[in-house]
Every structure is written in C-alpha cells, then in structure tokens.
C-alpha cells in the first residue's frame, strides 16, 4: 500500500518506497525504458537502486502509481532545487511500458508542478530532453514547457550524436495550458 500525496484522475504521487528497488532497477535495466535516460549505459544493480532511491526519497521525489490498481509504474521528481532563487530541474520515467502514451506521464508532471508553484514557491523548473524522444516532448509541451534551446551534439547513443533539448516553465505558462488547476 502506497501513501497518496498528490492525488489526480489516473494516477497519484507516493512516497518512494524502498522496497520498490528491484522493480526500479528492473525498469532501468531494460533497454527499452533505458533508451530515453542516462542509464542506458550503467549497470543498476538493487544495492545501487537502494542507495539512489535512499538518497532520492530525501528530496521532492516520488512513485507514481496508478489510482485504480494501486500499481507502482514509475518515478518522478524535482532535482537540484534551489530555494534562494526558486529553481528546480524535472525528472520522470514511466517504467512500466503498457502505461507509455496513455496521460499518466503528463498527469504525474502537472500534479508536481501545481504543487512546486503553490507549496514549494518555485518559479523555473527546466528539464533536459533527447531530441529523439519526440513522445516525451509532445508530453511536456502540452504541458506547458517550452524550448530554450539545445547542447548540440551533447549526447552519443547508438553510434549517432544527438542533441540534448532544455525546456523550462514558469508558474503562468503552466496555468495557462493546465487551467484546472488554478
């Protein structure tokens, strides 16, 4: 049983779970869910999952879990936050790959960042972004993000460069495109 922080429609955001670590480190173990984040070329052993998720559970980082079947399917977070400036950097992935372009990705993020604006007071929360996950993208822009420019050449996978794309958001392009939650 999972505790339910931020509570949507499909899904809600939980506490990490320690005992969730083999499933994340399965998840990023698989190549296809690997493809789109960093950890396409490190070994994630349980006893490293246990101690990135011992270290992530102290931050603004959570399960996401499918409301309905209270199924963990991934993990969503704020990185690096700066409080004296009011910054922050998005994380997420989706781990369970039948829940890939159904919402729940786009859900978890807004329910982060209605509550980073209004409880955390943050202002810019930026996100890095391979140029070839154009589903990842299509996601954040409907949710408000938008492109401020690229590190071109910044990322090598698959013997071909690609570019890392950074897009930001800001309290008022955020309700703008999630006006629901105002």
């Known amino acids: 049983m999972y505790i ?13 779970d320690m005992g969730d670590a083999e499933q994340y480190a ?8 690997a493809e789109y984040l960093t950890t396409a070329s490190s ?3 349980l006893e490293s999952e246990m101690e990135i998720l011992g270290s992530l559970s102290r931050e603004h980082n959570y399960g996401i879990v499918d409301l309905q079947t209270d199924q963990l399917i991934g993990i969503i977070g704020l990185l690096a ?29 807004a329910l982060l960042l209605d509550y980073a604006f209004k409880k955390l007071n943050l202002h810019t929360i930026l ?3 391979y140029d070839f996950n154009q589903r990842a993208i299509a996601c954040y822009e409907k949710t408000g993000f938008k492109k401020i420019g690229e590190i071109r050449d910044g990322f090598i996978r698959n013997l071909e460069y690609h570019n890392i794309v950074l897009m930001d958001i800001l309290p008022t392009d955020f309700y703008e495109a999630n006006p629901q939650f105002k």
């Open 4 to 16: 339910k922080k931020l509570i949507g429609t499909k899904c809600y955001l939980a506490p990490i």
């Open 81 to 109: 936050t700066n409080h004296l400036h009011r910054t922050s950097e998005l994380g997420i992935f989706i781990g369970a790959r039948d829940y890939w372009s159904q919402g729940y990705g786009r859900e978890a993020i």
């Open 127 to 129: 996100l890095r972004v």
């Open 43 to 45: 070994v994630i052993s």
């Open 26 to 33: 399965i998840w990023l173990n698989d190549m296809q869910v």
